[in-house]
């Protein structure tokens, strides 16, 4: 598995950002796929996954609302439109495919992770 991600930017608080993450080895189709991030000085924390088939998303309560996570088996690639950005939103965002077929929240449950792909928002 050779994951992606790309779509960061600066962007203003308020604004949108949609990241994408393309699996370039197409193995990831019957898996799970998430998204993490990481600001300087904190430890990387969930923020959205999606079941194999897309029929099923979970979010953390910090992002939900504003965030909708998304994929296209089809192109191997996972999404997260990110609308009504905030400061506290600034962090490295990082793609990941599951050991399961199930969406999670848990790091653990994550085998193969992207290089991140930087979003600063400025307020």
């Known amino acids: 598995v050779q994951l992606q991600a790309s779509g960061g930017g600066l962007v203003q608080a308020g604004g949108s950002l949609k990241l994408s993450c393309a699996d370039s080895k197409r193995t990831s189709s019957n898996n799970a796929l998430g998204w993490f991030r990481q600001a300087p000085g904190k430890e990387r924390e969930f923020v959205s996954s999606?079941?194999?088939?897309?029929?099923?998303?979970v979010y953390a309560s910090s992002v939900k609302g504003r965030f909708t996570i998304s994929r296209d088996n089809a192109k191997n690639t996972v999404y997260l439109q990110m609308n009504d950005l905030k400061p506290e939103d600034t962090a490295v965002y990082y793609c990941?495919?599951?050991?399961?077929?199930?969406?999670?929240?848990?790091?653990?449950?994550?085998?193969?992770w992207g290089q991140g792909t930087q979003v600063t928002v400025s307020s």
């Open positions: 999606i079941s194999w088939r897309g029929g099923d998303t």
């Open positions: 990941a495919v599951s050991r399961y077929s199930v969406r999670s929240s848990s790091r653990e449950d994550y085998q193969y």
